[in-house]
C-alpha cells in the first residue's frame, strides 16, 4: 500500500511540466497542472477502486 | 527584437486571455538541443527562465529521486533493457555515463569511475548474478525507481519540443489561426536571427473569435 505514495511525486511532476508545454505564463500554467493533476488522479482512483473490488469478490 | 517578447499583463483574466503571446524562440535547433542536454536549458537559452525553472525542477528532481530510490543501479545501457534506456536517454546529460560505460563493455574495456552506471555483471564467483543481487536488495524499489527516471526522460522529451516550437495549442484552440511562425519585420532587426512564435494567452476552451 506504502508503494502508491510514491504515485504523488510523478503526479505533480508530470503535471506541472504537462501545463507548461500548453500554457507559457505561470498562472495558466498552474491552473492547466491543477486540472491535470485532479483528472489523473481521479482517473487513478477510480482504476484502483475497480481493481481492488475485484481482488475483494475473487 | 532581443529575447521573448509578451504583451500584456501576466494576470490571467479573460481581457489579458485575448492578447497574443509572442514567444521569441531565438535558433530553435540549438535550443532543442540545450533542452535535452539539460531539462530547461533551452529555454533558459530562449531566455523563458520561468519555464526553465520549471523544468530543471520538475525533471531533474524526478529523476534523481529515482536515480536515489534505486540506489544509483538503475540508469544502465543494455541489451535487455533497450527500451527502458531509451525513455531515460530522454533525459540527457545524467544518462550519458551509461552510454560511455555500454560502449566500453561492448568493446571488451573495464567499465570507468567504478562501475558507475555500468551494466550488471553477468557471472560472479559466488553463483549470484549482480542483477539478481540488485532486485534481492531494492525489492519493489528498483521497479518504481527505473519508472521516475523513465518519466523524467519522457518528460523532457515534450520540453524539447516546447523549446522548439512553443507551447501547444490547448485543446480547442484554432491552431492555423493563432500560430505565426515567424516574423519577418522583426527578425531583420534583431542581432541574431530567430524565431518567434505567437501563441493565444488562456483558457484551452476558447472560441473562435
Known amino acids: 500500500m506504502s508503494i502508491l505514495w510514491y504515485a504523488f511525486p510523478v503526479l505533480v511532476s508530470v503535471s506541472l511540466v504537462y501545463g507548461a508545454t500548453r500554457h507559457e505564463e505561470i498562472p495558466y500554467i498552474v491552473r492547466f497542472a491543477w486540472h491535470t ?3 489523473l488522479f481521479g482517473f487513478m482512483a477510480v482504476l484502483f477502486a475497480i481493481i481492488w473490488f475485484v481482488a475483494w469478490i475473487l | 527584437m532581443n529575447g521573448p517578447q509578451a504583451n500584456g499583463s501576466h494576470c490571467p483574466d479573460d481581457a489579458a486571455a ?11 535547433a540549438l535550443a ?7 531539462p530547461g536549458a533551452g529555454h533558459f537559452y530562449q531566455r523563458r527562465y520561468a519555464k526553465a525553472a520549471l523544468f530543471f525542477i520538475c525533471i531533474m528532481s524526478t529523476f534523481y529521486f529515482g536515480f536515489a530510490l534505486g540506489h544509483g543501479k538503475i540508469v544502465y545501457a543494455s541489451s535487455d533493457r533497450k527500451l527502458l534506456f531509451a525513455c531515460q536517454l530522454g533525459a540527457g546529460l545524467p544518462t550519458l555515463p551509461a552510454v560511455v560505460q555500454a560502449y566500453r563493455i561492448r568493446n571488451g574495456r573495464e567499465p570507468l569511475w567504478g562501475g558507475f552506471m555500468a551494466p550488471p555483471q553477468v557471472d560472479q564467483s ?3 548474478d549482480e542483477l539478481s543481487s540488485w532486485h534481492r536488495v531494492l525489492g519493489t524499489n528498483f521497479e518504481v525507481a527505473t519508472l521516475y527516471t523513465m518519466v523524467a526522460g519522457l518528460l523532457n522529451i515534450i520540453t524539447i519540443f516546447d523549446a522548439y516550437d512553443g507551447p501547444l495549442v490547448p485543446t480547442g484552440e484554432p491552431a492555423k489561426d493563432d500560430r505565426e511562425r515567424s516574423d519577418p519585420s522583426e527578425s531583420e532587426s534583431s542581432p541574431d536571427k530567430g524565431r518567434s512564435s505567437k501563441k493565444k494567452r488562456g483558457k484551452g476552451k476558447r472560441k473562435t473569435p
Do not use: D, H, M, S
Not at chain 2, 485575448?18 to 530553435?28: A, F, H, K, S
Not at chain 2, 532543442?32 to 539539460?38: E, N
Open chain 2, 32 to 38: 532543442a538541443v540545450l533542452a535535452w542536454l539539460i
Open chain 2, 18 to 28: 485575448e492578447q497574443p503571446l509572442v514567444i521569441y524562440l531565438r535558433n530553435p
Open chain 2, 126 to 128: 559466488w553463483g549470484e
Open chain 1, 37 to 39: 493533476f485532479t483528472w
